[in-house]
């Protein structure tokens, strides 16, 4: 079994680790297959942040009064840039996270790119705020328009495991919607942040609205605390936690996504080869570094030997290796740490009586961990409690799908999950019990990649929507203007109070509310004196 000898912890963050004060360390674009640091950054200390703030609150109440028309233009040419220079942009990301080349395309370019044409299509009729009738018989003269205004600088924090479209997602409805933005990306994966950042600028934002601080915790913490209107945090639930109780002290909203240990059900009617190549991939892409892929599944009895054969012809076929080779299926692990963590993770595990049912070959190399699959896992392990952010995945025989959904439900966590069956409406009614943010039937994780479906966790994974309406709306105040269509008429409620009012207010309850049809237009006459008895002042 690999074993790497480095100890870390799962819980804790890179703030944590690290003595209070300013940064002072550079922050280094490594390749992990190799160790290998081919680019330094400065880190940004509270006065670069405030700084940074002073700029960003400079710039963007001009890039604000641009009409939604002319900012969708500008994402427009922010998609074209980086269709431009996607395979540089792929390659760098690539390099710099470890993750293949293939991953860094499709899951990083491409998806960021089907986001900024979504995000362009869908602004103008966003943005389009029509006058509108208003609820209820009283409110009869008045009309709506919902203005989505800027919030203003929305503060960006990112993790590395997408290290280019969980950033580029973020920042694309924040300033789509007019706001500028202070973009932290993980102190592992600087550049693929420093690369967005020259992308806005080629498309031509205008200077500040997109600005790059790169640091460790120590720097998103400054960013936190910095006065900036929003945060929309991505990365650990420690760090998620932190983040929450900065903006509740400030009273700032944040948007938190956070990690999961998402349950795939298996169901007894599954093409069960279908369901472990689908698991194996949503499992194990990207290292097992994705925070809504699978990391528990619950088999019933009867798929449950066959399902464990077909994972073993899966796992076993994985191709294992350094990222910039076009075959490898999976790369090392973020930084050896990780590796470290999880090979405890499988240790306490196997201690406990889990079985290793299948193994991928891997390199011998620090960093690496081969995809593996155990069974014979039970609660009280490591897998099951925690999350595993990397290629671990315990396999459960379940007497059925109740205990499935039971057991699925028990987790902390509530990012996704999906049910594996033939069987449509039986696969939709696990769903509906399942206690989680999103569920997927017959895949997993392409949800994060569809431009227009909500996205978020529940329990501890995370609080608030991205992507789709729900991203945009997240980075503005809604904001109703209501008007009267009289602009002199008294409203019938003001003051001029008494008996006569009184009994116009009881004729009015009776029309509006009475539950017969006699009671209702009992009420008929009191309205209309209560309505048109007064235009002036009493
Ligand atoms: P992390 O929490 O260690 O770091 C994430 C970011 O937060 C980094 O930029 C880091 O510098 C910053 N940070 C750390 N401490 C901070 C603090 N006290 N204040 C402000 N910022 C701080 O997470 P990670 O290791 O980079 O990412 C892995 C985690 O992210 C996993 O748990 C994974 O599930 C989760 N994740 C969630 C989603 C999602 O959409 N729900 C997506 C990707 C990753």
Redo the contacts with the bound molecule.
């Keep these: 079994m690999h074993t790497p000898n480095v100890t870390a912890s799962a819980d804790r963050?890179?703030?944590?680790t690290l003595p209070p004060g300013p940064p002072r360390r550079p922050v280094e674009s490594r390749d992990p297959a190799t160790g290998e640091v081919f680019q330094r950054y400065d880190s940004a200390d509270a006065a670069a942040v405030a700084a940074a703030l002073a700029r960003a609150r400079a710039a963007q109440p001009a890039w604000a009064a641009r009409s939604p028309a002319e900012r969708a233009a500008v994402v427009r040419r922010f998609h074209d840039v980086l269709y431009r220079r996607r395979d540089e942009v792929a390659a760098l990301i690539s390099r710099e996270s470890g993750k293949p080349i293939v991953d860094a395309t499709a899951a990083d370019v491409t998806v960021t790119l089907d986001f900024a044409q979504w995000t362009a299509d869908t602004l103008p009729r966003f943005s389009r705020a029509p006058w509108q009738g208003v609820a209820g018989m009283a409110m009869w003269r008045k009309r709506v328009r919902y203005e989505r205004t800027p919030l203003g600088v929305i503060g960006i924090?990112?993790?590395?495991?997408?290290p280019f479209f969980?950033p580029a997602t973020c920042v694309l409805p924040a300033v789509a919607t007019g706001n500028a933005v202070l973009l932290?990306?993980?102190?592992?994966t600087p550049g693929s942040g420093a690369v967005l950042e020259s992308l806005w600028r080629e498309a031509g934002l205008p200077d500040g609205i997109v600005q790059v601080i790169q640091?460790?915790?120590i720097?998103?913490?400054a960013?936190?605390r910095a006065g900036v209107d929003k945060m929309l945090?991505?990365?650990?639930?420690?760090?998620?936690r932190?983040?929450a109780i900065?903006c509740a002290e400030q009273l700032i909203p944040c948007s938190l996504?956070?990690?999961?240990s998402d349950a795939a059900i298996v169901l007894a009617d599954a093409d069960v080869q279908h369901a472990a190549d689908g698991i194996a991939w949503t499992r194990f892409a990207n290292a097992g570094?994705?925070?809504?892929a699978p990391k528990r599944v619950y088999v019933e009895a009867a798929a449950y030997d066959a399902f464990v054969q077909a994972m073993q012809r899966a796992v076993q076929a994985i191709r294992v290796g350094a990222g910039n080779a076009v075959d490898t299926e999976v790369g090392p692990l973020i930084r050896p740490q990780a590796a470290a963590t999880i090979a405890e993770q499988l240790a306490d595990a196997v201690a406990l009586g889990a079985t290793v049912a299948a193994q991928s070959a891997a390199p011998a190399q620090d960093g690496f961990h081969p995809p593996t699959v155990l069974t014979d896992v039970t609660d009280r392990m490591r897998v099951m409690r925690e999350?595993t952010?990397g290629p671990l995945l315990p396999v459960v025989k379940v007497r059925d799908a109740d205990e499935a959904i039971t057991r699925a439900n028990t987790s902390e966590f509530g990012?996704s999950a999906s049910v594996w069956t033939r069987d449509h409406t039986r696969g939709i009614a696990v769903a509906q019990r399942l206690q989680t943010g999103s569920v997927q039937i017959n895949d997993a994780i392409s949800i994060?990649g569809m431009a227009s479906v909500p996205?978020?966790?529940t329990k501890t994974?995370?609080l608030g929507k991205m992507h789709g309406m729900a991203g945009l709306e997240a980075c503005v105040r809604n904001m109703p203007i209501v008007d009267d269509r009289f602009a002199t008429w008294h409203q019938p409620w003001w003051f001029g109070y008494g008996t006569a009012r009184l009994e116009q207010v009881r004729a009015f309850q009776r029309l509006a509310h009475g539950v017969s049809l006699g009671e209702r237009l009992s009420g008929l006459m009191g309205t209309i004196r209560l309505v048109f008895g007064r235009k002036g002042s009493r």
């Excluded at 924090?157 to 997408?162: E, F, G, K, R, V």
């Excluded at 945090?233 to 998620?240: L, N, V, W």
């Excluded at 996504?257 to 999961?260: F, P, S, T």
């Design positions: 963050t890179v703030a944590d924090i990112s993790p590395w495991n997408y969980l932290k990306p993980s102190e592992f640091g460790d915790g720097t998103g913490a960013l936190t945090f991505t990365g650990s639930a420690a760090a998620g932190k983040v900065a996504e956070l990690g999961g570094q994705t925070c809504v999350e952010f990012l994060v996205y978020g966790g994974s995370g």
